[in-house]
């Protein structure tokens, strides 16, 4: 019976982490489970950066962006000898299970290590690009679209005033939910995502023809998994003759404090993670299905690719007219 | 066949209206229907504040808080003359069918409106409160919960500096989803809804054991529909001996940019409700089951209590610990 | 020569508190002296809780709103025993001088306790309402009145949906800064300050004259030392038939991540009380005189009233025209 | 007698500007005079893009970001045909004054245009950058510092949960005040600014030292002013050996609510600006020094520039210990 835990993050940091590290804890806590805190992810396994949470260690912790655990890019767990350090440090606390926060490359050393020592691993799925499939949501990704809306309100503003068209690149680079969710939210007029083909001239003719029109100002969202931005501003730039700007938001999508969604979902996935783990159900991933807390095959989490809902493809495109 | 419809808010404002009117508004005219803007609710059916909406009439309105068609309580409309001034405006312009947004009130006046004169209408909830039966979701819920989390956030810098307790007040008389989602995901110590019965005497003894142990102040979330909020207070200042202060949010919570998610569904279902009306589909609300857009009869959601998820109280129990 | 310095915040919290710590804290220890930090405020001298503060603990508290020394109002040190048993603890620890950081009480306090014991105090001056004498600005000002404005956003989002009247009350019992500042700058139609008699009869003819004309909504804002919010709230209904609302802000301007005015000057204040008390310079207040930093004598500090700047009253009512 | 006026603002938008607008318009109103608002700047006057501005007109935009007006660069004000032009405009609506509100580049427009024509002109500072010369303060630059300090906040959860370096880059290509003040505020490790030549060994040396001792992560503000930020990223990195990262605030420092500083200051720079130009004080631009507020002589705020305040360069490094 697993009554030994421990709870790392991994890969980038994603706001609401820290929700899932207290839901985790603290459930565990309730169970009489001990819970071991691991820092700067898989790194910390093999270097023995292990220490006991208790309920205080977690206090005043949802509301911050960022995993106060620390999280990392691990070389050294993708191979043997540095998973072989990490399995003899979880021996040496005698722990018997643990939960992996993070995103796709997070859940594949999880299923790598999972199936080499026949570790019980529980996985919530963490990205601010919502890229997990089989689930309809992860953890940081509803922050991170309130984050594009915002800065896209100060964009507005500059667009408006100069008669601007104003190119902006988000994370998106597999999926294209993050910056369909923020342009429909944010008003914006094209959104341009991997799974659709960018056809650069029909937009320019397009952008052309509003701003022959009434229209005196537009804003582009770009995934990061399109054609190059710069390549984009400038073909807009020249063939249009409109006053074209480009601007990346980065890192700073990755931080700030997670919004009610980030925080209760995350909150739900960590308290279903440790019940299961606890009561012996793992190498599953919990996400939401149509609302619905699920579970979904570490196996299948990391070896299926999501595809983007139509529906939102297509009222972004009406609602933009 | 319907081709000429009007759209309204009514009752309280709550934030992604503006979002809902311009997806009613924007769908219509791709679908080659004209689109009626009542001002003021459902007054302006009586007074025949109606106009003609455009796609620019709709613009730049997304990122609002509140309604630029205004709203109202209307108690004029509640007796037999009113409807019937309403009906006769509606006529005058030829409108054949009516989008109503607004909360439980506001569908009920929709509904005898829509028997009385057999006239099509199509709602989409929309309260903070989260209150209409049938669906998830109503149009503002979200922000007002991030809202009262940033609250929450100022207010746990005051209330750890003093080492208080401090009560604070939300909506919530019928339905106790808005406390606690916004008490869960703002780390609340308690949280008191009207569906649970408020044990004050137990509530004082968890209070005493705390803050004699480690912890060194208290939130307390409280729906407007439990017991008065000075009587919590004075009773908790008398029995504790600790520092305790009440505050209440009140009408900031109605106000603000609406959210992502706020946006995208308010869109969602601003779409559907255009193209339900229009193909002839009315006298149904359009709601989320979980995460699912559906419809809902407009007797059912005027007649049915909704009652809130044990899953939210069970956990906001067990991470308060 | 003073090398063992005390610093502690005191009465009310106010954001920029933790930043002005920070400042004291680095700038002593840049000058090679000691620093320790007081614990609740004048009780944690009472109570010996007095710890040393090295870099560290001043590490990414900048950023924080409230006082993570934490503070309190303290009726014992209003006493000459409860003074005495401060005085002993000070001895103790072979602290030779104290940074007090607070409002119009914590000065008193301190006076009282420099001349019975001849101490070294140097005071900052801390407090949302502005309402120290002698300087322009006191710590926490810009962040309660931009938290203001923010609030005034959302009710005016509802104040226009509605076409009503709302009358917000915030902090202000002896000097209209605050009000007047907030006021101006959230484009309130009237602005009722303790240092102006509230002629409520002109207001409401006022009122009725704008509301007859094309304006459809009002905002007032009310210092908590006008005469009592409801009893102004009542007489607008009543007089004018608006639709008149009020709401009260609290505690949620006491908290709250400070904007950059307030982290600043409260970097600058430290830094020179700091550098003043350590060179033997002390029974000071520093402030802000018109943009310069000025000392205060304690003494005057205290025993002034301070009188509001009559260009913002001007100002005020012109630009609400 | 000056009793028919012009406002337009210039060059980049900033924060405050409607502000602005607001003010001299409403001033100009209460003394009786007539005031056209000209729209995108000086192209606006070329292209005769000028209407009357009455009460309502300036209604609900002082807490808005960019300014409704509209803004431009506008190379063909720069030639003498192009202001031969925009004279004649002006004199067929018999505009005798104009309040120009915007940058450098404008100022240096206006002195032009003031100096051919003999034409009033008053000026408003207005950049993010605050780098005109004789005044402490340009309507914009609070909002900007603001942000800068916001998106840090976000990029301090990436940076300690990575343990990395990140170097963000702002404005501040002529002065150094925007990195500085948001620097100090934000608890930047480092800023780097062109007042000061960077010492990019020296610097590598620190971080090392830093992050050696106790230190996780470490930010440094970097003005758009020093060298290449790609090129200090990669030095760092291949140098310290540390997780770096680069990430540019552009476009969004210019968009945004304005703050209430902002807020309050440009609407006193307004309204002094409008008594000025209708009482025949003109060919000055009003600023503050050290909060009064001043005129300075359009040609001197043209032809000198501004030094960095040494007191921030000293708090920066000291706080950052």
Redesign the interface.
Known sequence: MIKNIAVL?SGT?N?G?N?AI??VT??A??EKAKVWGVQ?GFYGLISDKITLLD??AVS?K??????FL???FCPEFETMQGRKKAFENIKKHSIDGMVVIGGDGTMKGAKLFSDEYDFPIVGIPATIENDIWGT?YTVGC?TA???I?Q?L??????A????RV?VVEVAGRRYGWLPL??G????AEYVLIPEVKTDLKKLVENLKKRHAA?KTYSLIVVADGCSDISTIGKTIAEETKLDT?I??L???L????P???D??RA??LG?KAALALLSGLYNIVFG?????IVTINLNDAVNNKKTVDE?YIR?AQ??A?
């Open positions: 993050t940091d706001p982490m929700a207290r839901a603290r459930t806590l309730f700067d309920s205080i005043d949802i509301q911050r962006g960022g995993t620390g999280t990392s309809d509803d679209a309130n984050t809306v800065a309100n100060k964009l507005r503003d500059t408006s005033s100069h008669r104003i969710a923020a429909i939210a944010g008003g009434a700007r601007s990346v980065d890192l700073i990755h931080g700030g404090a919004t009610v969604n925080r209760v909150s739900q308290e939401y299905n149509k609302n619905d529906e009222i009406i609602l007219q």
